[in-house]
């Protein structure tokens, strides 16, 4: 027995899988690669997800929280300091069906602007001319909004999410507000989402952790759909034929 083949539907996200089947994938996640310039990643063949955001804003902490490992992401003392390009595969079994790539943090003070300069151009480069980059998880500390450099990051990926690309801001350290603290920021946060999907997070409550996991696990998993058939030559449209007559033999049609 043979099955047809399938093939992603773009824009289409698979239905949610349970938490836990979510979450059970994210702790797959392994150490991949390091790369200190955008020519040194390798290529990559199944989709990839980015996380990006201010120094401090806790992408570690949101990466190693996702993962359930407590230092797959590096969380440097001196903000800024980590300048690699971190790549980590996730899939059972050692089959991997996806890669999260942990981008340097930006904006932080205390590194010299010609490193900051370098480092956005990267950055910037990355995103915009990734192949496989699937989606973009912006990471950003609800206290602050959404800064100058977020916010100038968002029109650099605008044209790609309007493309497609999947986008989502997670506003980490959800704890530190109260629930109408949370709802004010959410909303102003969604008008200013470049189209993307919005959703509050909290290490420390685990508040958020399944969803942003389950919508992680939908777009390395897009929906798939059979392809079609192949045409039959003479099918379609056509003068109707007399059914109570059968169709003769090829053989017999031929002069």
């Known amino acids: 027995m043979t099955t047809s083949p399938t093939v992603p539907v773009a824009g289409s996200l698979s239905p949610a899988p349970d938490a836990k089947i979510a979450m059970g994938w ?6 991949l690669t390091t790369a200190a310039q955008l020519h040194h990643l ?6 990839e997800i980015a996380f990006v955001g201010r120094s401090n804003a806790g992408k570690s902490t949101c990466i190693n929280t996702l993962t359930q490992q407590k230092q797959l992401a590096f969380a440097s003392k001196r903000p800024g300091r ?24 930006y904006g932080y003070a205390k590194v010299s602007r010609s490193d900051k ?3 956005q151009q990267v950055m910037v480069n990355y995103l915009v001319s990734r192949p496989g980059l699937t989606g973009i998880v912006l990471l950003c500390d609800p ?13 650099v990926l605008r044209p790609r999410v309007e493309e497609g690309l999947k986008f989502l801001i997670v506003l980490t350290k959800a704890d530190k507000l109260t629930r109408s603290e949370q709802a004010k920021i959410l909303s102003i946060t969604r008008l200013n989402a ?5 959703m509050m997070f909290s290490a420390l409550k685990k508040q958020g952790v399944d969803e942003v996991a389950q919508l992680l ?8 759909v059979a392809d079609a058939p ?5 099918d379609g449209p056509g003068p109707a034929s007399d059914d109570s007559t059968p169709d003769a033999p090829e053989d017999s049609q031929q002069n």
């Open 230 to 234: 192949a045409a039959v030559p003479g």
């Open 117 to 119: 300069l370098r480092w």
């Open 194 to 198: 470049a189209g993307g999907d919005v």
């Open 42 to 47: 390798p290529p990559i063949h199944v989709p």
């Open 217 to 224: 696990w939908q777009w390395a998993h897009p929906a798939q």
């Open 143 to 155: 206290r602050l909004g959404l800064t100058d450099l977020d916010e100038a990051l968002l029109e």
């Open 26 to 31: 994210m702790h797959t996640a392994r150490f």
């Open 82 to 105: 980590t300048q690699h390009i971190n790549l980590f595969s996730l899939g059972k079994h050692g089959v991997t069906d996806a890669v999260l790539a942990d981008l340097p943090g």
